[in-house]
């Protein structure tokens, strides 16, 4: 029996009702895991919940989505989707499983020469949309390409959505009427319809089928690939292994095979109830944002490290100010007894010292430190409220490379620190656009 998944159908309608709209923001829904199964949902289970994504609705039934939060990452058991609109069109649908995996499909699809660059894309979300932009602009990607990867990424999340009966929803609006979107990328409503109803009938075949059980974003790995290596050839079982190497999805191998993804997941059915094959989750990727901010943070130089010795607490966290917000990495000692292993252990790039202190002075622990071989380099500046002339020649026959009067200015820290360091850390942040990074 064919059953109507209503949690995606109601999902449509009121989709379909913000568009007309033409309104701006977020659509955060929340499917829960059914026990027992991959992904979808108990064969026959029909819980249905609807409510109005945020705004008035003339219906008075009780049955209606619940809020959610908008920030929040996936508990355990949850599957999220967010719809991005702007001024009534949808720019992107995201998932909470495999999105950039179905991003890496899609692109594979429509757009295999289009190589992304990450570079000028900021924090905000959907990143796929903002990839797509610069290559648009650049005449790298045609809008049809652009739009049918949008659509086809669509249709992926659908169908899983789709496998769902009950689902809960909140609308999130967001003043971005000015956002400049293409009008020949985004999908409309009528767009999205399309990609609702194919969504629903691809998952009615798939229920209809006895495939309700298996997630094409699960991996098909060989059961006994020592038994399977002695009944085929070599160059069969090669093949085999290498699609079957538990790191291809179904609808990674629908791809590459360029079968449906149907089709692929019947042939998969047949060998799994034999049990040569089984079925494992597999984890996402990197997204082009991440690989880019491992490879630039494996390049980048590394932050200098600024250890204050003081006593007092609050001439460490005036330090941290304002040598935080100019790139340096800073760590605070107030013991100095303690704190001579401390040092030792992050080797710092440069030292403020405190002049007056319980235990000890800051003459001595500078001479101390200038007999180790890990500080006799160290710049070491010391900190002091006392600036006379005897002052400074002693901290000067005691290793000491500098001065600086309390209470610290920043500029002259500043000034103090790149004059030893030889160079100065400005932050270099990523600007910030689209919408907000949600969790």
């Not at 790298?140 to 086809?152: E, N, Q």
């Not at 699960?218 to 050839?233: F, G, H, I, N, W």
């Not at 500043?414 to 932050?427: A, G």
Request: glycine content about 6%; proline content about 8%; hydrophobic content about 40%.
């Amino acid at each position: 029996m064919i059953l109507e998944s209503l949690g995606c159908t109601k999902i449509a309608g009121e989709l379909a009702a913000l568009m007309q709209q033409k309104v701006t923001g977020t659509w955060l829904v929340v499917a829960q895991e059914s026990p027992g199964s991959f992904q979808g949902p108990e064969p026959g289970r029909k819980e249905v919940a609807d409510r109005p994504p945020g705004t008035p609705h003339p219906s008075s039934r009780k049955d209606r989505l619940t809020s959610t939060r908008e920030n929040a990452a996936p508990s355990p058991g949850e599957r999220h989707w967010r719809f991005y609109l702007v001024m009534g069109r949808l720019i992107y649908i995201t998932e909470s499983v495999h999105r950039v995996r179905r991003w890496s499909r899609a692109l594979r699809q429509h757009c295999p020469n289009f190589v992304v660059d990450p570079k000028d894309v900021g924090e905000g979300e959907p990143w796929e949309f903002q990839l797509l932009q610069p290559g648009m602009d650049q005449h790298l990607l045609s809008p049809t390409h652009a739009k049918a990867l949008i659509r086809t990424s669509s249709l992926e999340a659908l169908f899983n959505l789709a496998s769902y009966a009950k689902v809960s929803a909140h609308w999130y609006p967001l003043p971005l009427e000015s956002l400049q979107i293409p009008a020949k990328i985004a999908l409309s409503a009528l767009d999205l319809a399309q990609v609702f109803e194919k969504a629903e009938q691809l998952w009615a075949q798939w229920e209809q089928l006895g495939l309700h059980y298996i997630s094409p974003d699960l991996s098909p790995v060989l059961s006994y690939p020592t038994q399977l290596k002695q009944q085929v050839s070599s160059q069969s079982f090669l093949t085999l292994n290498t699609l079957f190497n538990g790191e291809n999805t179904i609808w990674d191998l629908a791809i590459e095979r360029k079968q449906s993804i149907v089709g692929v997941t019947r042939t998969l059915h047949h060998f799994v109830e034999q049990g040569k094959i089984s079925l494992k989750t597999v984890s996402d990727w990197p997204s082009p944002l991440e690989q880019w901010r491992i490879v630039r943070a494996a390049v980048a130089p590394k932050k200098p490290l600024i250890a204050c010795i003081d006593d007092s607490p609050l001439v460490s966290e005036v330090l941290a100010r304002i040598l935080q917000p100019a790139g340096y990495d800073t760590i605070a000692i107030q013991d100095p007894m303690q704190g001579v292993a401390i040092l030792s252990e992050k080797k710092p790039d440069f030292i403020f010292l405190d002049l007056v202190m319980p235990q000890t002075n800051g003459y001595n622990l500078c001479n101390f430190l200038r007999q180790s071989t890990l500080f006799r380099e160290t710049p070491i500046v010391i900190l002091t409220s006392q600036d006379g002339l005897i002052d400074r020649t002693r901290a000067k026959l005691n290793g000491a490379s500098d001065f600086l009067c309390k209470p610290p200015e920043a500029e002259k820290v500043l000034q103090m620190v790149e004059k030893y360091l030889k160079c100065s850390h400005r932050p270099n942040n990523l600007p910030d656009m689209g919408f907000p990074a949600l969790a």
